[in-house]
């Protein structure tokens, strides 16, 4: 009984020891010289200057409340990843994958919204090659940069590489639709949509507005609905508003009408508007089961 119990106990350590090595681990270092807040999920961390901390169940956005920026990070169950927070709020990565995460948080947007010019241009010549040519070379560079060799999820993605695959795809996409509804110009868009669809189809079935980005992309989709080949599914519309509205509204499941009227809320409640609590109604009564 002595043996058997010295074993169980030797093989409780180990299993203690190997889970503690395995664990996912996200620590933060503040070097700016003052206190910052973090924000993770509905927890708020302050951190004092040079101060070092552990972050338990790290969401998939961090915020740094005091420039209002947001850190993402899509951490496998294993990954360890030091953020440091550096005089300007400057941010610096060590551990797995920290230059994916130096460039997701970094490079990321500068790269997207740096082409919008050259799309715009491809669209005021009408040229569809043009535009895939600028927009597929652009998401050639972003996958280098964050390794993988393609946007669409596969089988054997992990859980976490296909959030982090589908926070890239829409923020690339964004800039391409929100260039292609600038121009006005319903023949052009129409090609041009149809075209960048075939990225979105795979999440049409359990499509989530999660980010601006999702947001964004379906809106421009649904503006266009009657151009596209393939026309998107319709929802209920969970509160009337105008005509113009609901003929948009019809495409978007309830997480995206959602974040229709929190964006207006938000928007509405910044500038003090008495408006505001219309929206904050709605919300409060239609969505909160989101």
């Known amino acids: 009984m002595k043996y058997s119990f010295s074993n169980k106990r030797i093989f409780c350590i180990l299993l203690f020891y190997f889970s503690a090595v395995s664990a996912q681990k996200v620590t933060f270092i503040n070097n700016t010289n003052t206190s910052v807040t973090i924000k993770n999920g509905d927890k708020e961390i302050n951190i004092q200057d040079h101060e070092k901390k552990e972050l338990a169940d790290v969401t998939d ?3 740094l409340k005091e420039i209002d920026r947001s850190i993402y990070l899509f951490l496998e169950p294993t ?11 400057k941010l610096h990565y060590a551990g797995n994958r920290a230059s994916v995460y130096e ?6 947007n500068a790269d997207t919204y740096g082409k919008s010019n050259d799309y715009v241009k491809a669209i005021k010549n009408k040229n569809l090659g043009e535009l895939a040519k600028y927009s597929e070379l652009l998401l050639i560079n ?17 859980y976490a590489t ?15 639709f929100s260039a292609i509804d600038s121009q006005n110009d319903k023949n052009f868009s129409g090609q041009a949509l149809n075209y960048f669809k075939k990225y979105i189809e795979v999440d049409l079935p359990q499509y989530r507005c999660v980010t601006f980005y999702q947001y964004s992309v379906l809106e421009n989709l649904a503006r266009y609905n009657n151009l596209l080949e393939k026309k998107l599914p319709t929802y ?4 009337h508003t105008t005509t ?3 003929n948009i509204n019809q495409f978007l499941p309830k997480t995206c009408q959602k974040y229709y009227f929190s964006n207006k809320y938000g928007y509405l409640n910044h500038i003090n508007s008495p408006e505001k609590e ?4 709605i919300l409060n009564e239609k969505f909160n089961d989101q």
Do not use: C, F, H
Request: proline share 3%.
């Open 142 to 158: 972003i996958l280098r940069n964050i390794k993988q060799t393609s946007i669409l999820p596969t089988e054997n993605d992990s």
């Open 278 to 281: 219309y929206y904050k109604k």
């Open 244 to 246: 113009e509205r609901d």
């Open 79 to 89: 990954e360890k990843l030091t953020i440091t927070l550096e005089k300007a709020y």
């Open 103 to 108: 460039y997701i948080n970094g490079n990321l």
């Open 162 to 176: 296909k959030k982090m695959k589908n926070y890239i795809k829409y923020n690339w996409l964004m800039t391409v």
């Open 236 to 239: 209920p519309i969970i509160e």
């Open 61 to 63: 956005i961090l915020m």
